[in-house]
């Protein structure tokens, strides 16, 4: 169950390092991730479809088109600290900054322990910061952490869902009150209008309408 579940996560791995780079790929694709890997931030940001004016490093090779705009939703991102031109601390602010992309996780991995890198990674926003060489425990943290975000994902996206039918239901049941109300007074208008006519019918009617009365008849004699 727990595999099925993993299989559907999709990491982003960037780090300047080819050997680096291999070996969480290797690790992540162990857990069942779905795994692409990038050599900077730069093509990360492009990967993820984000582009700004004198962002992107036009001596950076683009990334390959079979990886590019992927229509697979990027579920992780984990990336090197220490890379020539954009850091891995830079990465984090971008997305974190990004409206399309903030609630995409991100981990940042260092081989420098350095409490004061690690404490400003987290204050911006990385979920763990690992150090270097990434090991087994360090993915199944990971794991563990996807599971109950994915959880949680899915948890709130119930409950919206439960609260948009009961406004929608709310609204069909005030329509149809709203409905129900007007043929009422439509029907008490009509009641009323046959009312007063009937009164008049009956008025018109009457006999003492169409009978001469007594005393007229004495005075005409």
């Given at each position: ?136 425990s360090d993915v199944n943290k990971l ?66 309408r169409t009978r001469p009365r007594f ?7």
């Amino acid at each position: 169950m727990g595999m099925a579940v993993q299989s559907k996560f999709h990491v982003l791995a960037v780090d300047d390092s080819v050997i680096d780079r291999r070996l969480i790929e290797m690790l992540l694709k162990t857990s069942s991730y779905q795994v692409t890997t990038v050599d900077s931030g730069t093509k990360a940001l492009e990967f993820l479809g984000w582009h700004e004016e004198g962002i992107i490093d036009p001596n950076h090779q683009s990334v390959p088109p079979n990886i590019h705009q992927q229509e697979v939703e990027v579920n992780m991102i984990i990336t090197d600290y220490c890379m020539p031109g954009m850091t891995g601390y830079d990465l984090l602010k971008k997305i974190k900054e990004s409206s399309s992309l903030k609630d995409i996780p991100v981990v940042i991995m260092s081989s420098e322990n350095v409490p004061s890198r690690i404490s400003r990674c987290l204050e911006e926003g990385a979920e763990e910061f690992f150090l270097k060489p990434v090991k087994k425990s360090d993915v199944n943290k990971l794991s563990r952490m996807m599971r109950t975000k994915h959880h949680h994902h899915h948890h709130n996206n119930n409950i919206e869902k439960e609260v948009e039918g009961k406004n929608q239901d709310e609204e069909l049941l005030v329509g149809g009150e709203t409905e129900k109300s007007d043929i009422q007074t439509q029907q008490l208008h009509q009641c009323k209008s046959n009312n007063k006519r009937k009164v008049m019918e009956e008025g018109l009617n009457s006999p003492d309408r169409t009978r001469p009365r007594f005393d007229e008849l004495a005075v005409a004699n």
